[in-house]
Structures are given as C-alpha cells and as structure tokens.
C-alpha cells in the first residue's frame, strides 16, 4: 500500500497519502500489462474498423454565391463591401437551402436514387469558407459512384432553385464533384490509434486501482514510519535465501569471513 | 528436494519445509544472520536488567510466529544463555510438531493441574533450548492463560532461565497474547512482506498498545528484494531497523 504517514504516529484511521511517484514506479513494474493491453486493444480496434464499420466515400463540389443575377445591368462593374457582406449571409442562407427537401429529393429523383428524405439528409452537409462566398457540398455515402452521381445531381439543380427562391442571386458551381478514389472514412488508423491509447488508459487505471486497494505490507520502512515502532528484525525469504547460502553478493564479502569466525563462536 | 504428488505427500512436504525453516549451524549465511542481527537488536531494547519475558505474536495465523519464536529460542540458545520456548497458542500448538517432539504433556496441562512442570519441560540438547509446549488442547484457553497460576508458573521460571520466549496466538484471533501483557516484558510482532494487512497490524498494534503492552519491535517476515531473485536487497538493509551495521554486531556476538 502506498501509505505514509508522520512518524511516530498515532492510531488514526488516517488519510493515507497517495505517492504519485511510488504509483508511477508500481505502474512502471507492470509495464508488460500495459503493453500487452496496448497490442490487444489495437487489434481489436483494427479488426473492429475493417469488418464491423462499412467505408464511406465522399464526393463534394464548391459552390459560389453571388448577390447579383448574372449578367443584370446595375452595377456590373464595381463590387462594394456592402454587396460582399450581403453576399455573404447569403452563403448561409444557400447552405441551408441546398439542404432542403426539395432540392435533395428532386436531385434523388433524377438519378434513380430511392431514400427518404431522413437518409437524404444523412448524406448531405455544407460548410462555408471563412469570410468567403463559398460553399462547399459534401455527399458522403457507401459508394463512391453513387455519391458522386448524387453531388453532381444536387450541383446540377440547386443553382436554379436557388435563383428562383431569392431573386437578384447568382450560384455558380466552382468546383465539380468527382468520383472520391479513397475512402473518407473509417480511418483504420486512427481507430486502431485510439483502441490503443483506449488499452494503455485500461490497463493504467486497473493497476493503479489495485495497487490502491491493496493494503498489505510491502515495505518496512512504510511499515516502521506508519506505526511509529521500528523493524527490528528482517527475515529473508528462505528460499531465496538457501538458493544462494554463502553468496558472496550479501555483506559485501563480509559473508565469508564472518562464516569462519561464526563457526568458531558458536560450538 | 524432490515433491510428491499425492495430496497426503504435500502436508508432509509442506512440514517438511517448516523444519527446514529452523535455524541452525546449517541454515544459509543470510538466515543465521538476520537472526544475529535480530537477537542483538532485541537484547538492546530489552528495558532494565534481569530476566527477559518475550512474547512473540503476529496478526494474523501463517505469518510466520511460531517459526520465528522458535528461531529466536535458538538464537539465544547459540549465545549459552538459559533459554526456554513456551507455546502458548494453546488452541493450535505447533512447536512441538515442528521439532517432531511430543506435544504432551505441556503448559495446559500444567496449569490445570494434571502434570508437573517436570513432567512437561523438555530440554532440547541439539538445540540448546528447553521447550514447554502447548499440551492438550483445553477447552478454555483464555481462562487458563488469565489465570493466577499462569503468573505464579511465569514467574517461576523466571528464576531459572534467562530468555523465556513465549509463542503467542495471533493477535487478532484471540485476546490471550494481549491478557499476558502483565507477565511480558516485550512484544515482537512478526509481519510478513506482501501478506500481512495493514489493517490487520493496525488492530494488533492498537490492542497491545491499549494493554499497555511494551512493543519491541517487527519482525519482518519473509522479505525478499523485488526482482532479486536472490535477496540481495537483504544485505542492503541489513536487517536492522536500528542501524546497528554489520561491522558493529559482529564485534557483539563473538
């Protein structure tokens, strides 16, 4: 037990303090568990990422915004902050709306795809660039054709819905969806990371908590300090001890000549 | 030391080990140390002068009392000086099975008046030691040991020998090592590494101390060095708590 208390102490049913460092030293002991726990959690994590978690591939295009219908006659020429920042709520607004159930489901529609709209919606996600007119559309599903088909779908009919919702509005697509080549996710990798990180939490926890519960005596001075009464006596362990009788490692070579005189003394 | 396999073998075997256990010339260097170490430590905290009453109890059973009672008998014994072993756990007397000598009659028998300390002492030439053992199991151990002829049969011997070590019953078990506080110059509590609990220890500290019972010291039990297979961690503390190094015990004992 990783106890200590004030010498000469008195029978409280004290606190006991808890040493970090003797913990870490007990932790360090089992390191083998560790390890151990480490390697099995990320395997686990591992087969668990490849057979039990289905891949799922993105396909996404860019879409900017503009406050003004192509081609209008005012202003053609000089942008000003105020259209920018309009502009810019605007970006919002379009995500949301690029979003809505009817352009998903007429999008749906167009290529054949048969999900309800909370699928739908599931595959579909936006973001806006930071202080940009840019959104970007992602359509993150099982098949990376599908996915692609379903973007360019969406790429193809929001623009116009778009303009016909707010008027006085342009969107024009940037960037085009393309069939997605990798995978975007499970990361194996990062699962397998985090099982392993997950294993050597596990195994530090269960060995600092039995090392807490465990409240025998494994330390004479811990002994001694705790109690306020000294070790006066320390019996080794006798097979230890024999399988090593005269060992020349024990009181530093004292042991031999103290073996000769001893017989001596004692008849 | 070859293990047999039937299960009748393995209770032989495991007294076997016991014995092996008991100190003597032939016992490993380390052994026969500590027990130097640990003979000398106690005849320093031994108050005042004259003859010696020490009771050896731990807190729970198997922690290794009566080993070291008998070990410590023998370590005095080495040292000429009078010494007499008395089991007093009367309820589970083990001395005499270690010795492989007859456990009756002895000290139950002797307080309840049907044999003769005469009868009962045992005087072990190979060990230098006169052993009183348990005897028959009595019915009442406590009322025996808290007799007046408990006391009276005490300080008797007294007179006649110089170390009487007395094996007690563990603490914790039973209130007898406490009710012979009176007649106890000092406690040795034997406490075995990685075994014994804490809170165990703390109850038999607690109980003696509330007997005012005069507490020498541990007896720490068993110990090996972590990761050492061969307790080289032993020469480290030089089984003292007292600091009495190897250099200075040695100029004692010879």
Known sequence: MVFSKQPGGQQEQAEAEIDLLALLKVVWQHKWLVIVAAVVFAVAGFFYTKILIEPTYRSSFTAFVNNRREGTADDVNAISSGDTNAAQSLTYTYAEIIKSAPILEEAAQKIGLEEDLGSLRSYVSTSIGDRTQLVYVYVTMNSPQIAQAYAEAIASIAPNH????????????????????????????KNVLIAMLLGIVVAVAFIVIRELLDTRVKDQKELSDYFGVPVIGTIPNFEHATASSYGGKYGYGYGQKQKSSAKKGEK | MATKKKSASSAAAQRRRQRNRILSEKSSWPIQEAYRVLRTNIQFTLPGEGNRVIGVTSAFQHDGKSTNSLNVAISFGQLDKKVLLIDCDLRKPSIDGMLKVPGKPGLSDVLAGMATLEESLQHLEDRKIDLLPGGRIPPDATMLLQSSAMKKLINRLKG?????????????????????????????????HKVTDYR?????????RFAEGNILGFIYNDYAAEGSKYGYGYGGYGGSGYGYGYGHEAKQTE
């Open chain 2, 200 to 208: 165990a220890v703390s109850d038999t500290i607690e109980q003696l």
């Open chain 1, 162 to 189: 778009l303009e016909e919702i707010v008027e006085g509005t342009s969107m024009k697509i940037v960037a085009d969806p393309k069939v997605p080549t990798a995978k975007f996710s499970p990361s194996t990798k």
């Open chain 2, 160 to 192: 006649s020998y110089e170390y009487i070590i007395i094996d007690l019953p563990p603490v914790t078990a039973v209130t007898d090592a406490v009710i012979l506080s009176e007649v106890v110059d000092g406690y040795l509590v034997v406490v075995r």
